[in-house]
């Protein structure tokens, strides 16, 4: 009896040394962009010693990214792009998705096995003849060629998660309402969708943080400096000779926030809808 | 012609909206008139007509013209001169210099990536299979980089492992690991590793979410049963926990692997291939290619060759794996 207490004590001492092991692993990375961030340019690169903390607090790199780089009109483009990629992707998501959930018809398999196919294609090998395509449409450095992209590339995984989603929520819920009289579409948006808005906000979550994060393709079909978004506009400032670490690592902390922030509030949905879109059991 | 395909296609979209909609308000009578049972059979193409008309067309049609490319000189620094040239993209292809080491480097990448990823996201998630206190802050904090873009993750693992004012040289100097300072992102061997570092970080939340939910919905009885048949810790780790998970840890690894193989931001942002193909990995190369050179043709015969390679990978690791239900994604 004595031996097993012991065993689970050195157990839980050994899982205790493992969390606090991964949780280092994630914050030290983020601790130093961060402290780069608030440190004074000589500081930084300064080769005899290196700071652990700023021994000057500054924030002088934000307010040069702000002032120089024209980080206000990224943001606002980042935005722009991904809110209406997420509103969309949305939209699209719940009609798709509710038709896979409660329909059985025929080709749904083949639907099904294309949407794991659009997941498979190596995204650049449809960027380049998108790029064709949208030079011939007049949309290459415009928004909405970015649009377009983060919408067909972000849907096929959103659909099959509201998919996942509805069929959770029992069928029994909606016949109720149908012998009360209810129409469909009615009851689709006063009974069904209610219910299911954990699964549309982490549906929006992906879609917006897909479409924030992306790098390739925003390098490719955007050209002119306005029209940049987050990643693209911070990408420029590296290829310079003089690299500005305090300004790109600012830069980096203010890209993270609104995803971070997002994430940490919808963990519990974003984790199930994570979860239930990749495996079916 | 494109903007007539565009046009139509978008005439097509307001259409199914304006019919699913105008039909789910009516009711019984349909704009079409159709019969009722007609209208149910309809119903759910019209729920997906959107979405796979959108897909059709900016997914379906692009990939089928880069098929096309690929078996043409199709230069965009030259647009006149666009014609079949048989199998000549390909042939250039691998006689280009550095083709093999890039073959290397993309496999390395891939597997090393998938194993850290795996083993580390799976110790994770079987430390997390306990309630302990704070364990919701604690998920929040640990799966964070899940959010993060890759482009964020390349530029502090670029300033980290900096050669002149990075901390991990600093760090290793200071604990008398190395005595001087490494250029580790121009070296080669080493741009590789730090690729392949950042991707194990970035990686690893993904696996321990999707595996914790697996060890979740083992049955609690079935550990009960072990305990009473004195069953040892190794055996029941072998014979249930992983019994019970390794469906989703095939899945996992099989999508990961896909998605690893084609993801290159990280490369990008840190080592931009260098030094001289060191790093580069074959959809690196192919964005290089496309959109330094701009020779389309090429880059679409490459990227044909890649799709190619992972639709062996799948067909083999589901045959390995005796794995059948992977279309359910």
């Known amino acids: 009896m004595k031996n097993h207490t012991i065993q689970r004590y050195l157990g839980n001492f050994a899982r205790g040394l493992i969390l606090l092991f991964f949780l280092l692993v994630v914050l030290v990375p983020i601790y130093w962009m961060v402290i780069t961030s608030f440190k004074t340019n000589a500081e930084i690169i300064n080769t005899q010693e290196i700071t652990y903390f700023p021994r000057t607090v500054t924030t002088d790199n934000y307010v040069q990214l702000f002032r120089l780089y024209d980080y206000r009109s990224m943001l606002a483009n980042s935005l722009i792009v991904s809110v209406s990629t997420g509103l969309c992707v949305t939209f699209l998501s719940i009609l798709g998705g509710y038709g896979l959930a409660r329909y059985s018809f025929r080709g749904k398999d083949t639907m099904l096995l294309f949407f794991l196919v659009t997941q498979m294609i190596p995204g650049i090998l449809v960027i380049i003849p998108l790029y064709v395509i949208f030079a011939k449409l007049g949309l290459i450095n415009t928004r909405l060629s970015l649009f377009i992209f983060y919408v067909i590339a972000n849907l096929p995984f959103c659909a099959i998660t509201m998919r996942s989603f509805f069929e959770r929520i029992p069928y029994t819920l909606e016949e109720a309402a149908y012998v009360d009289g209810c129409s469909k579409l009615k009851s689709l948006i006063t009974i069904v969708l209610p219910v299911m808005f954990p699964g549309i906000v982490a549906v929006f979550v992906f879609a917006f943080i897909g479409a924030w994060n992306e790098l390739i393709a925003g390098t490719i079909f955007i050209n002119t400096s306005d029209l940049w978004t987050v990643p693209v506009g911070l990408k420029s400032l590296i290829g310079k000779y003089d690299v500005r670490w305090g300004v790109l690592m600012a830069g980096g902390v203010c890209a993270l926030l609104p995803t971070a922030i997002m994430f940490a509030f919808m963990q519990k949905f974003v984790v199930e809808g994570l979860t239930s879109g990749a495996v079916k059991e | 012609m494109g903007i007539l395909v565009f046009y139509l296609a978008l005439i097509a979209v307001a259409c199914a909206f304006g019919i699913v909609f105008i039909n789910k308000r009516t009711g019984k009578k349909s704009l079409f008139r159709v019969s009722n049972s007609m ?245 690196s190369y192919m964005y290089t290619k496309a959109f330094s050179s701009y020779d389309f043709g090429l880059a679409s015969a490459l990227g044909v060759l890649l799709m190619v390679t992972l639709v062996v990978y799948v067909t083999v690791f589901l045959k390995i794996t005796k794995y059948n239900k992977a279309g359910n994604f």
Not at chain 2, 52 to 76: D, E, H, R, V
Not at chain 2, 140 to 150: E, G, I, N, Q, Y
Not at chain 2, 241 to 257: D, E
Request: glycine letters at 6%; aromatic letters at 16%.
């Open chain 2, 39 to 283: 209208q149910r059979k309809a119903e759910p193409y019209l729920f997906l007509l959107p979405v796979m008309l959108l897909l059709l067309l900016m997914f379906g049609y692009p990939l089928i013209n880069s098929f096309i490319m690929a078996f043409q000189n199709y230069k965009l620094t030259s647009p006149g001169r666009i014609y079949f040239n048989g199998l000549e993209n390909f042939r250039n292809l691998l006689s280009e210099t550095d083709i093999s080491l890039i073959i290397a480097n993309s496999f390395a990448y891939v597997v090393i990536s998938v194993l850290g990823q795996f083993i580390l996201g799976m110790t994770l998630a079987m430390a997390l299979n306990k309630q302990f206190p704070f364990r919701g802050i604690y998920q929040a904090l640990v799966f964070l980089p899940w959010s993060f873009s890759a482009f964020v993750i390349g530029l502090m693992h670029r300033w980290s492992f900096n050669g002149e004012y990075g901390v991990v040289n600093d760090v290793l100097l200071r604990l008398n690991i190395i005595s001087s300072k490494i250029a580790w992102l121009g070296t080669p061997g080493f741009s590789l590793a730090v690729v392949i570092f950042a991707m194990i970080w970035m990686g690893i939340p993904f696996f321990a979410i999707m595996i914790l939910a697996a060890l979740q919905s083992i049955p609690k009885d079935v550990y009960e049963a072990s305990y009473i048949d004195g069953c040892g810790p190794l055996r029941r780790f072998f014979k249930i926990t992983f019994a019970y998970i390794k469906p989703t840890v095939i899945v996992t690894i099989l999508l990961r692997t896909i998605w690893i193989f084609n993801s290159f931001d990280l490369i990008v942002i840190i080592t931009n291939g260098g030094p001289a193909n060191f790093s580069q990995t074959l959809p």
